[in-house]
């Protein structure tokens, strides 16, 4: 089967390439807005690697013509919100228009697999269900997705291709490239900082480990009934909400340390919602996915091995 990954350069995108090349024929696109490609030289040629910039419609055409893929694994994207916030023009070109653009040249019997985000739900004290829970995005990027799970749904049924519409939770685990939350907290710890400079600490998150993240695209790409000219709704998290103090607490017994918080008001948010849990009884009933490691199996395998790009490292461990 041939599976074009997009963002393969990223948190997700490696782990998610590494699932897929032993069985599948991949080809990873990525722009490498982080850098060099990520992977070890002795893997390069177990898949084809495509320099593209989602934001080029001429070049998504090329690259879909040339591979004519079975199966689309959309993840590239600006995900960090702050990002979102400062430069909306970069975010909306990249996860509206970028996305439009692969699903104007996806073929009629291409599975197309969006990763759309939990920040298309509007706030709730309750865990989110794809069907039930009201849509509010409260930030760009929640915005941005949110627009491209309509385009999903209008494309797929007007060029007829089946898709899933995967709603990610907190992706937590070795390689992020993002300076979210986690990756913060490792660099200040492996620096030698035991008093961290966070935002707040008493949002509850469903964190979801990267490896089942990669196993959960794999599945709603190779399995489950999608029929064309239809998209299925889907959230990819654990059903678990932690804390960011449960997770220091976590840390603190990990790496055999006394950790202490000092509030960095910078990343205070304007808004955020106290509660982001997933309900994914309809990802296990669909596609039979279920995950398998829990947060402190995260956290361990990223202390022992945070696989951080170096400017992560050296902007918060330096």
Known sequence: ?????????????????????????????????????????????????????????????????????DAIIHLAAIHFIPECENDPELAISTNVMGTVALLAHCPSNCRFVFASSAAVYRPDQQPLVEDRSPLGPIDVYGLTKAHSEQYVHYLSRKRGFPAVIVRLFNVVGPGETNPHVMPTIITQLK????????????????????????????????????????????????????????????????????ITVELDESRLRSVDNPLVVADISKMRSTFGWTPRYDLRAALQGTWQDPDLPDYLVGGFGG
């Open 1 to 69: 089967m041939k599976i074009l990954v997009t963002g393969a350069n990223g948190f997700v995108g490696r782990t998610l390439c590494r699932a897929l090349y032993s069985e599948q024929a991949v080809y990873a696109i990525d722009n490498l807005r982080f850098g060099a490609l990520r992977f070890h030289p002795s893997e390069m040629s177990r898949f084809t690697f495509i320099h593209v910039d989602i934001r080029e419609p001429q070049q998504v055409r090329a690259v879909i013509d040339e591979t004519r893929p």
């Open 191 to 258: 620096s030698g900082r035991t008093t961290l400079k966070l935002g707040s600490i008493t949002p509850r998150r469903d964190f979801i480990h990267v490896t089942d993240t990669a196993s959960g695209f794999v599945a709603t790409t190779l399995h489950g009934d999608v029929p064309s000219r239809e998209a299925v709704t889907v959230n990819l998290g654990t059903g678990v909400a932690h804390s960011i103090a449960q997770v220091i607490d976590l840390l603190a017994e990990i790496s055999s340390q006394r």
